[in-house]
């Protein structure tokens, strides 16, 4: 909140949060303008976590919809861990991380923009100066493509082994 209200008030533009050389300060420039227009409050500061919430719920539903073909109610209900848990539960799945909601935006953003590698990059960067811990987004998706790839690969391996082995035979044969 200090943070915010400095930034506001145009008395400091800090990176990282006072006292940390590591974590970026969003929250503190999110909550700036709305100090600025209402003052300092905590339900102003708040405010910008709450809309990351929403819109971490709605893009896990979108995306559950859009990618993994899902209906929109299995797609809610994939989703009900992160959408639907209480607060005591919300409390503790953000607990592990810091108390941060960030960095399951940022993993979503990343599978987002996986088609656009300096794009995704770019996300994958900020999202890991903001909270380390998206950094294992991108982890799982280099993970998955490279399952994918290997899948392709496993079935295009007999044509690719069999090409040398019929040189040879080819060759006798001509």
């Known amino acids: 909140g200090l943070m915010a209200t400095h930034v506001a008030e145009g008395r400091a533009l800090p990176v ?3 006292g940390q050389t590591y974590m970026l300060a969003v929250e ?9 227009m209402g003052g300092a409050s905590v339900p102003l ?3 910008p976590l709450l809309a990351i919430n929403a ?4 893009l896990l539903v979108l995306l559950l919809t859009r990618d ?15 959408t639907l848990c209480t607060p005591i539960t919300g409390a503790s799945l953000v607990a592990a991380m810091g108390g941060s909601v960030e960095p399951f935006l940022y993993v979503l953003l990343i599978w987002i923009t996986r088609g656009r590698p300096i794009l995704c990059g770019a996300v994958a960067g900020f999202g890991f100066l903001h909270r380390e811990f ?3 987004g991108l982890t799982a998706l280099i993970a998955v493509d ?3 790839e290997w899948r ?12 040398p082995a019929a040189f040879p035979t080819a060759l006798a044969l001509g």
């Open 16 to 18: 990282t949060f006072y």
């Open 28 to 36: 503190a420039y999110l909550a700036a303008p709305l100090f600025a």
């Open 45 to 47: 500061l708040k405010l």
């Open 55 to 58: 819109a971490v719920a709605a």
């Open 68 to 82: 993994a073909r899902l209906g929109p109610g299995a797609a809610l209900a994939a989703s009900g861990f992160f």
């Open 134 to 136: 998206s950094l294992y």
């Open 146 to 148: 490279a399952l994918r």
């Open 152 to 163: 392709a690969w496993r079935a295009l391996l007999p044509r690719v082994l069999s090409a």
